[in-house]
């Protein structure tokens, strides 16, 4: 069983049709980080894991789902839990890493409709990832769902618990040597009554490249 991990806060409204949607096989472990809708309530509702992260930002809520991941299986994957994804999609980003043909399995966007992905947050994710590619790492996304085995994962020790976490993971991968591969993933706007925090605002984006900044000055 293949532990699938979603920080959330605030995104009650998009779980049941996204857990329905997950796949024989991967078992969802909801991270409520800070959660003001019931989010809770509605995820153990619809048969998932409920664990709950005081600690604000996105990797933290990462970093405590993955620490909760059953040890046994060893893949564990990452997935943004706005209703942006089809869980259904998950194999396509574990395979990889199954395999053994990658150390980190990574997602690249492709929005399925118009407006799926603002101008604004596409722009910022583009010059995040080109600057990566100069760095060796081959990939064109920043990697919003990824999988990876949960025990290289926790060896990288990554300390970045705000949105400079994917950000850091892949920066880390790369100078550890992983192969890192990404495959297509559907992009599809995010489920109605929610809004993401970092594609959702210019301000969000601004903030969400600030984290990543930083990270990248370390």
């Not at 991990?5 to 009650?12: F, G, I, Q, Y």
């Not at 980003?93 to 966007?109: D, K």
């Not at 994917?166 to 100078?175: D, Q, T």
Request: proline share 7%; net charge positive.
């Amino acid at each position: 069983m293949t532990d699938v991990v979603l920080p959330c806060r605030d995104e009650a409204a998009a779980l049941p049709a996204l857990l329905a949607r997950m796949p024989a096989g991967y078992r969802p472990i909801v991270v409520d980080n800070g959660s003001a809708d019931g989010l809770a309530a509605v995820a153990r509702a619809h048969g998932a894991r409920v664990i709950s992260v005081a600690e604000p930002g996105y990797g933290a809520a990462v970093h405590a789902g993955v620490l909760a991941a059953d040890p046994d299986d060893g893949v564990v994957c990452v997935m943004d839990a706005d209703g942006s994804f089809d869980p259904r999609q998950l194999p396509r980003v574990a395979g990889p890493v199954r395999s053994g043909v990658a150390q980190l399995g990574v997602g690249r966007r492709r929005p399925a409709t118009r407006g799926a992905w603002p101008l604004h947050a596409r722009a910022a994710n583009a010059a995040l990832a080109w600057r990566l590619r100069r760095l060796g790492l081959p990939v064109h996304d920043i990697g919003p769902i990824r999988a990876v085995r949960r025990a290289d994962l926790l060896a990288l020790r990554l300390r970045d618990r705000r949105f400079g976490y994917p950000l850091e993971l892949l920066i880390a991968a790369g100078r550890a040597g992983w192969p890192v591969v990404e495959v297509d993933v559907d992009y599809h706007p995010r489920a109605a009554g929610t809004r993401s925090k970092v594609t959702g605002t210019v301000r969000g984006t601004v903030r969400a490249v600030r984290d990543m900044s930083a990270v990248l000055a370390r």
